[in-house]
């Protein structure tokens, strides 16, 4: 799939993992986007950019790009685990989505009560709590 930055400047090309997408309702994800970042995943190396990017360390497990010159978000990437180099490719640079629908939405718990997307009961839904547990390492794990 092929899309494009707000201003053109950035091409992206995907190949997303599968036909769905999440959206992330984290306080990061929500001052990046103004709302959820919508996005599809792609394993590692089956999602580039051509054009000026701008690379963001935003944790110490993920970074995120965004054009470097209209600041559209692109992509979050994990640098840390198993999927290390994945990335979730912004939806919205893709004029066309075909019949890809939301699957997932992730921090639902920091979801702004005054808005919602339809349909919720047929997707899985993940809050802070179920995110920790997924990801934090186990004790006695080495970080
Ligand atoms: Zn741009
Ligand atoms: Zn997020």
Redesign the pocket.
């Known amino acids: 799939m092929q899309g494009k930055c707000m201003c053109g400047a950035v091409t992206v090309t995907a190949t997303p993992t599968r036909k769905s997408l999440s959206a992330?309702?984290?306080d990061?994800?929500r001052a990046w986007t103004s709302g959820a970042?919508i996005a599809m995943e792609c394993a590692p190396g089956n999602a580039s950019a051509d054009g000026p990017v701008k690379v963001l360390e935003t944790s110490d497990w993920a970074r995120r790009a965004a054009c470097a010159h209209c600041g559209s978000p692109l992509w979050?990437e994990l640098k840390v685990g198993p999927v290390a180099g994945q990335r979730q490719v912004a939806a919205g640079l893709f004029p066309d989505l075909g019949d890809m629908r939301l699957g997932l939405e992730?921090?639902i718990d920091k979801k702004p009560h005054g808005y919602a997307f339809a349909g919720a009961d047929q997707r899985k839904q993940m809050t802070e709590a179920d995110m920790i547990a997924m990801f934090a390492p186990k004790d006695g794990e080495d970080r």
Do not use: D
């Open positions: 992330c309702h984290c990061m994800c970042f979050y992730l921090y």
